[in-house]
């Protein structure tokens, strides 16, 4: 008995899909690293190594997401691939996600295994999956709360309504950034309530419970959040700034070429951050990605608004989710094209994308034949293996447990240990030394609003969360007791952060130039490791041993 072409095609799409998940596996199996955690991990993680309340206090935009990872950390403290792990299994879930959502949305399976290898090698997907970030479980949350809604589209009932509505108020807990999917939702979901009686009940439920748990979010978490956070967004271009008029322009090129650049690797067209410049590629790509963003959103958005909104298509809920991430960059609430804040929208635009494929194809072999969609299919996937080749994930590896261990069998009594902003929380969360989180007299607070003090009278601890402060500098001035300090902090290699370099190659970071301008040199052991260093340091001239 033979079987028939369905289940044949069926059997091939699943080993299809299994070579998908393997490539997302290897590209993100690179990642993993036995050091310590980076910066922006390490503060993630540090919720870990302090009570509930000031766990609670420190989840300023992931309160359940960092309460779990508080909990899954201390399992195994001192292991830092254990704490990747979380990421790195939503990762890779998220790429089986959004295929099966593919198919919900009745595109055909051949496109949905482009999608999920697009998202399988995307690359701010691939090198944060093995962060200890929630980005990739953005993703997720994303699909799932799609999945949601299109169920509760075609069907409303007290099943779909409840799914939609629990979906819609947890997201947001686990991580905000899925606002930007849930508003939008809320949004269709009052549209189709107004043109359909039936609904109205469900829809309110909806609407309000998931207003309520917002309103709540906003004021225990996100009202606190700092200024700062905002501040780093603009500067870089992720959000729009109108004051000055190259800011302006320098704004649209960022948000629009990047966008793509981190979702699909496509070129920017300009010098990366912090270079400010506007070159004639870069408006030229952030041309493509208006015009490809124009194309997506178009046919979804026409057709509700030709029929005023009695018709709700499938595609018109990524389109306004889509819509909606531009604007909130526009009036300064959200980022868009940073790559990482944009994954929670990788869904919704990949789903666009497969619907526009889905058209072109069609009539592609309407009017030009099957061969020159086989071609176009062949030239697609042959550039998303390369990509899959070319983007593996990279750790910022650290040793800073290492580097701090050989240090402390040089240092003398009376020497002060001083610990550069770049390696704060990771020295907080190793417990080189006795240290505690406050949240209050940080004269540049970090953007979730908290910072290490230091506990230990030899070691000192920067207020700043980036840049060494004036109370830090000012302990090292001529004329005061300390002879000896001990710097120990990050070096960046001309690689930067993720290709570490040797100790022959290393290039200081400001706040230990700071320290130079005083008149602090090198004065002996010199102690390295990947992108970590800690060295003695005096001042010429001195008497050591007075």
Same mark, same amino acid.
């Given at each position: 008995?033979?079987?028939?072409?369905?289940?044949?095609?069926?059997?091939?799409?699943?080993?299809?899909?299994?070579?998908?998940?393997?490539?997302?596996?290897?590209?993100?199996?690179?990642?993993?690293?036995?050091?310590?955690? *980076?910066?922006?991990?390490?503060?993630?993680?540090?919720?870990?190594?302090?009570?509930?309340?000031?766990?609670?206090?420190?989840?300023?935009?992931?309160?359940?997401?960092?309460?779990?990872?508080?909990?899954?950390?201390?399992?195994?403290?001192?292991?830092? *691939? *254990?704490?990747?792990?979380?990421?790195?299994?939503?990762?890779?879930?998220?790429?089986?996600?959004?295929?099966?959502?593919?198919?919900?949305?009745?595109?055909?399976?051949?496109?949905?295994?482009?999608?999920?290898?697009?998202?399988?090698?995307?690359?701010?997907?691939?090198?944060?999956?093995?962060?200890?970030?929630?980005?990739?479980?953005?993703?997720?949350?994303?699909?799932?709360?799609?999945?949601?809604?299109?169920?509760?589209?075609?069907?409303?009932?007290?099943?779909?309504?409840?799914?939609?509505?629990?979906?819609?108020?947890?997201?947001?807990?686990? @991580?905000?950034?899925?606002?930007?999917?849930?508003?939008?939702?809320?949004?269709?979901? =009052?549209?189709?309530?107004?043109?359909?009686?039936?609904?109205?009940?469900?829809?309110?439920?909806?609407?309000? =419970?998931?207003?309520?748990?917002?309103?709540?979010?906003?004021?225990?978490?996100? &009202?606190?959040?700092?200024? &700062?956070?905002?501040?780093?967004?603009?500067?870089?271009?992720?959000?729009?700034?109108?004051?000055?008029?190259?800011?302006?322009?320098?704004?649209?090129?960022?948000?629009? @070429?990047?966008?793509?650049?981190?979702?699909?690797?496509?070129?920017?067209?300009?010098?990366?951050?912090?270079?400010?410049?506007?070159?004639?590629?870069?408006?030229?790509?952030?041309?493509?990605?208006?015009?490809?963003?124009?194309?997506?959103?178009?046919?979804?958005?026409?057709?509700?608004?030709?029929?005023?909104?009695? &018709?709700?298509?499938?595609?018109?809920?990524?389109?306004?989710?889509?819509?909606? &991430?531009?604007?909130?960059?526009?009036?300064?609430?959200?980022?868009?094209?940073?790559?990482?804040?944009?994954?929670?929208?990788?869904?919704?635009?990949?789903?666009?994308?497969?619907?526009?494929?889905?058209?072109?194809?069609?009539?592609?072999?309407?009017?030009?034949?099957?061969?020159?969609?086989?071609?176009?299919?062949?030239?697609?996937? @042959?550039?998303?293996? *390369?990509?899959?080749?070319?983007?593996?994930?990279?750790?910022?590896?650290?040793?800073?447990?290492?580097?701090?261990?050989?240090?402390?069998?040089?240092?003398?009594?009376?020497?002060?240990?001083?610990?550069?902003?770049?390696?704060?929380?990771?020295?907080?969360?190793?417990?080189?030394?006795?240290?505690?989180?406050?949240?209050?007299?940080?004269?540049? !607070?970090? @953007?979730?609003?908290?910072?290490?003090?230091?506990?230990?009278?030899?070691?000192?601890?920067?207020?700043?969360?980036?840049?060494?402060?004036?109370?830090?500098?000012?302990?090292? /001035?001529?004329?005061?007791?300390?002879?000896?300090?001990?710097?120990?902090?990050? /070096?960046?290699?001309?690689?930067?952060?993720?290709?570490?370099?040797?100790?022959?190659?290393?290039?200081? /970071?400001?706040?230990?130039?700071?320290?130079?301008?005083?008149?602090?040199?090198?004065?002996? !052991?010199?102690? /390295?490791?990947?992108?970590?260093?800690?060295?003695?340091?005096?001042?010429?001239?001195?008497?050591?041993?007075?």
């Amino acid at each position: 008995m033979t079987d028939s072409p369905a289940n044949a095609a069926g059997r091939s799409s699943k080993v299809v899909l299994i070579v998908i998940v393997l490539i997302a596996v290897v590209t993100r199996a690179t990642g993993f690293t036995h050091g310590d955690l *980076w910066f922006d991990d390490a503060w993630a993680a540090l919720p870990a190594r302090v009570g509930i309340g000031s766990a609670v206090h420190m989840a300023a935009s992931t309160p359940l997401y960092t309460l779990f990872m508080r909990s899954w950390i201390a399992l195994f403290p001192n292991l830092t *691939w *254990w704490g990747q792990l979380p990421a790195f299994i939503l990762g890779v879930a998220s790429i089986i996600a959004i295929y099966r959502l593919t198919i919900y949305f009745e595109i055909r399976r051949g496109i949905a295994q482009l999608v999920a290898l697009a998202l399988a090698v995307s690359p701010v997907a691939v090198d944060y999956s093995t962060r200890v970030k929630q980005y990739n479980g953005d993703i997720l949350l994303a699909c799932l709360l799609l999945w949601l809604f299109e169920a509760w589209r075609r069907e409303a009932n007290t099943v779909t309504s409840r799914r939609l509505l629990l979906a819609g108020a947890v997201a947001p807990l686990i @991580s905000a950034t899925t606002i930007v999917v849930t508003l939008p939702i809320m949004g269709v979901v =009052g549209i189709l309530a107004f043109y359909d009686k039936a609904r109205r009940r469900s829809s309110a439920v909806i609407i309000i =419970g998931a207003l309520g748990v917002f309103a709540l979010e906003y004021a225990v978490w996100l &009202s606190h959040l700092s200024s &700062s956070l905002f501040r780093g967004w603009t500067n870089r271009g992720f959000m729009l700034r109108t004051d000055v008029f190259h800011w302006f322009c320098f704004s649209l090129q960022v948000m629009f @070429s990047s966008f793509f650049h981190y979702l699909l690797a496509l070129p920017t067209g300009h010098p990366p951050d912090p270079d400010k410049s506007i070159t004639s590629m870069g408006t030229f790509m952030a041309l493509v990605g208006v015009l490809t963003l124009a194309v997506l959103l178009v046919p979804s958005i026409w057709e509700s608004v030709r029929t005023r909104g009695r &018709s709700v298509r499938p595609l018109l809920v990524p389109a306004v989710i889509l819509v909606t &991430s531009v604007l909130l960059a526009f009036v300064g609430v959200s980022p868009f094209g940073g790559g990482r804040t944009d994954e929670v929208v990788y869904p919704a635009v990949l789903i666009l994308l497969a619907g526009l494929f889905g058209r072109i194809r069609q009539r592609l072999v309407d009017r030009v034949g099957p061969r020159a969609l086989i071609a176009i299919t062949i030239i697609l996937t @042959s550039c998303l293996l *390369w990509s899959g080749v070319e983007n593996h994930a990279r750790y910022p590896v650290l040793n800073l447990r290492s580097v701090v261990a050989e240090m402390r069998s040089s240092v003398q009594p009376g020497d002060v240990i001083v610990v550069d902003p770049w390696v704060t929380f990771t020295w907080a969360l190793d417990d080189l030394s006795p240290t505690k989180v406050s949240f209050e007299n940080a004269m540049f !607070p970090w @953007s979730q609003g908290f910072h290490v003090v230091s506990l230990d009278p030899r070691v000192v601890i920067s207020q700043e969360y980036y840049f060494g402060d004036s109370t830090w500098s000012s302990l090292f /001035t001529l004329g005061t007791k300390f002879r000896r300090i001990w710097y120990v902090g990050v /070096t960046i290699s001309p690689d930067g952060f993720q290709r570490p370099g040797h100790s022959d190659d290393l290039i200081h /970071t400001r706040n230990y130039n700071f320290l130079t301008t005083w008149g602090w040199k090198p004065s002996g !052991p010199h102690f /390295t490791a990947p992108n970590t260093e800690a060295l003695l340091l005096t001042v010429p001239g001195l008497d050591l041993h007075r």
